[in-house]
């Protein structure tokens, strides 16, 4: 059974005992804590009748989290008590975590006992790695690297647990997650410090995860890359009732006695303003409770300037009000958030409608609703869907109202609202369909439906973010591409600003960032990956084949990894398209590797030998500058300014970059979408060059510096 076509489960739970539990047998661990949190075993059941609650909660809880995930393609993954309508995933096959080595941890909010979090720590036992229930799923995957580190784990001594199970109910808050990470982390670090005189019979705890590799990337961002050990390959749940294009493991070990060591050390590596306020905000969060004494002295002298600077840490609150931006001694500055993946809210199911009232009622959000507003009114957002719907029937008002009728009277419940972390609002968008429909309706017939839904799968690749924001722009805006990956480890400069559509406040900023801002905000159902850093082969080799480019704009001004992009391409079968401003003109070059094995790199320009010198980083600088003019030395003839401009190449005149205007960025934007366009919809268009300069076009004359200026120059 698909996913699409399983019915979300009723979350709702009769609650049994959870009176007692949080009145009596639940406790917060620190003054910092929202939630009770319970730790039992299924031993306290023989003399706690509430621990049975806690364990069908722990495991209640999982479940509702992966249901909500989506992780499950079929129902049956999931089964439901009859008795006390507490769900729970198969044990057998897909959740083994249980048995009288498990440790069950459950958080619940006491202002809302449906809001819940979970952990399940499974205690090795006898140093036998196979007793921990996802090693035999891993072992043969295992690195050299990684197996040196497990046998150092088991010759320190150290008591290893994987932690088998870490999620939130459905009608719960990431939050929670968060603070059973940080009571446990608190626990085992005071556990193992020695101002506490710890006895040696309890040994340093090391965590194993097998961790859902989404979560992996998510915990990186908010705990620092230093925490996380991989040591294995990613490995995919063996049952077919598991959705395996959304979960694959990555086995990955965390130190809990070096984690605020190793956050700070990550937020001192970090060059990503906003990620820094991120690890910053994380590090006095998860140390929240602690004693200063009881820190690292490099951690305990950080927190106390990130707190005197005005950062705070991640804290629940029901001010309707911003929290305050650090000092730019810390922060240089920075936004709130640069750039996170919104969280989408269905305001049509109970679920949905719950997280959203919990996000308002914890978080200062400004709601934009354009959708909802005035759908009777002449021009609305409805009378123009219903016309592109239902052109034969306008101003028949029984169809119309039928049309209403259909879609909830446009009212709160209608489609979706997405919240964007950056500006913290909350929007409210149409579904994923009537967004696209409105947004390429006057693409028809120029794009026919079935062209522009087709245009809508596909996966596009932009290397570089100068130039390539341009194209990218311009296949947002026309629907080319259902996934858009791009790449840039550079963040914006004042100087980029000629090109780049930003505003000055956007200035320190990761041009990946700034564009999945755009993206989001314009069409949050797109699926978008994002490359912070310069990328190499084995960047793109880690790209699913699933979601293997269909075509690759080349827009990198490193001549090496342009022949890396290339070799990648003719590995696979994918288009090229390298769109180069010189000048007022666009130089299209498109290399036609999916229909031609034979095809040649950059157009034969360079020889066999010298492209392989760019493969293996053996080309001379001078060497890679010769290669660069041979390339365009037919263009550079019709640019006198353009060649007068390149001696400034190295100079402050041109902030060290190449010279650019901005509409010819803009022009090559618009080429890159009809070239795509064609591409993809498999329309006749070979290998080849083309040039396209409107100063040509209009016969405008070729214009000189003059020799006074150039030499001024």
Do not use: C
């Amino acid at each position: 059974m698909a996913l699409h076509t399983i019915e979300e489960p009723d979350f709702q739970d009769p609650s049994v005992g959870y009176e007692y539990q949080v009145a009596e047998h639940g406790a917060r661990f620190n003054p910092a804590d929202v939630y009770f949190h319970t730790n039992v075993t299924e031993a306290d059941e023989e003399n706690d009748w509430s621990a049975a609650v806690v364990i069908d909660d722990a495991f209640d809880t999982h479940a509702q989290g992966y249901v909500q995930a989506g992780f499950f393609a079929t129902h049956d993954a999931v089964t439901r008590d009859p008795v006390t309508g507490k769900l729970r995933v198969d044990s057998e096959s897909i959740d083994r975590a249980w048995g009288p080595n498990v440790l069950y941890h459950v958080a619940v909010n006491p202002a809302d006992i449906n809001d819940r979090a979970t952990m399940r720590k499974v205690r090795m036992v006898s140093s036998d790695l196979h007793t921990l229930p996802s090693y035999d799923k891993f072992e043969g995957t295992l690195s050299d690297t990684g197996r040196a580190h497990l046998g150092r784990i088991l010759e320190s001594g150290a008591e290893l647990f994987e932690i088998a199970a870490l999620a939130h109910s459905a009608a719960g808050s990431p939050e929670g997650i968060h603070e059973v990470v940080r009571s446990e982390v608190q626990r085992a670090y005071l556990a193992d410090h020695p101002a506490l005189q710890r006895s040696p019979l309890h040994p340093p705890e090391e965590w194993g995860f097998a961790i859902v590799t989404s979560t992996f990337d998510t915990f990186v961002s908010r705990w620092g890359r230093h925490n996380f050990t991989v040591i294995g390959d990613d490995v995919q749940i063996d049952d077919e009732r598991v959705d395996s294009q959304r979960v694959a493991l990555r086995p990955t070990i965390l130190s809990p006695s070096r984690f605020f060591d190793n956050i700070y050390r990550s937020y001192t590596e970090e060059t990503s303003i906003s990620a820094r306020r991120r690890l910053a905000e994380e590090l006095v969060y998860m140390t929240e409770g602690i004693d200063d004494q009881l820190l690292p002295s490099d951690v305990r002298l950080a927190r106390q300037q990130m707190i005197a600077a005005g950062v705070v840490g991640r804290k629940w609150s029901t001010a309707k009000k911003p929290q305050p931006e650090p000092s730019e001694q810390v922060l240089a500055g920075a936004e709130t958030v640069s750039w996170e993946e919104p969280t989408i809210y269905n305001g049509a199911t109970d679920v949905g409608r719950r997280r959203l009232a919990r996000l308002e009622r914890m978080h200062w959000v400004q709601r934009i609703d354009e959708v909802s507003s005035g759908a009777d009114e002449t021009g609305s957002f409805a009378t123009e869907l219903f016309g592109i719907l239902h052109p034969d029937q306008v101003g028949g008002e029984e169809v119309y109202a039928d049309f209403l009728a259909s879609r909830r009277g446009f009212g709160q419940d209608y489609g979706n609202w997405v919240y964007l972390p950056w500006s913290q609002q909350l929007v409210h968008f149409p579904p994923e369909v009537d967004l696209r429909r409105l947004y390429t309706a006057r693409n028809q017939h120029l794009v026919t439906r079935e062209e522009q839904e087709l245009l809508y799968t596909k996966n596009v690749f932009i290397a570089g973010m100068s130039v390539g924001s341009e194209i990218a722009a311009q296949l947002l805006m026309g629907g080319i591409g259902g996934t858009l990956a791009y790449a840039d480890p550079d963040h914006l400069s004042p100087t980029n600003m000629g090109r780049v559509r930003a505003g000055f406040d956007h200035v320190g900023m990761s041009k990946v960032d700034l564009f999945a801002r755009q993206v989001s905000a314009r069409d949050p159902y797109l699926k978008q990956r994002q490359y912070r850093q310069a990328i190499d082969a084995d960047t793109l080799e880690t790209i699913p084949p699933k979601d293997r480019p269909d075509i690759i704009f080349d827009e990198v001004d490193d001549l090496p990894t342009k022949a890396m992009i290339r070799a990648y391409a003719a590995k696979y079968r994918i288009p090229v398209v390298m769109i180069t401003d010189l000048g007022t003109a666009s130089v299209i070059d498109i290399e036609r590797y999916d229909l031609d094995e034979n095809t040649k790199p950059f157009g034969g320009r360079l020889n066999p030998a010298e492209f392989a010198s760019l493969l293996a980083g053996e080309a001379s600088v001078e060497q890679i500058q010769e290669y660069r003019v041979r390339m365009f030395s037919e263009l550079l003839a019709t640019q006198p300014r353009l060649v007068a401009s390149l001696r400034d190449l190295e100079s402050h005149v041109l902030g060290g970059g190449i010279p650019q205007l901005g509409s010819t960025a803009a022009l090559g934007g618009s080429i890159g979408a009809t070239v795509a366009r064609a591409i993809l919809l498999g329309r006749e268009l070979p290998a080849g060059r083309a040039i396209i300069d409107p100063e040509r076009i209009l016969a405008l004359p070729v214009q000189n510096l003059g020799r006074a200026a150039i030499n001024a120059s």
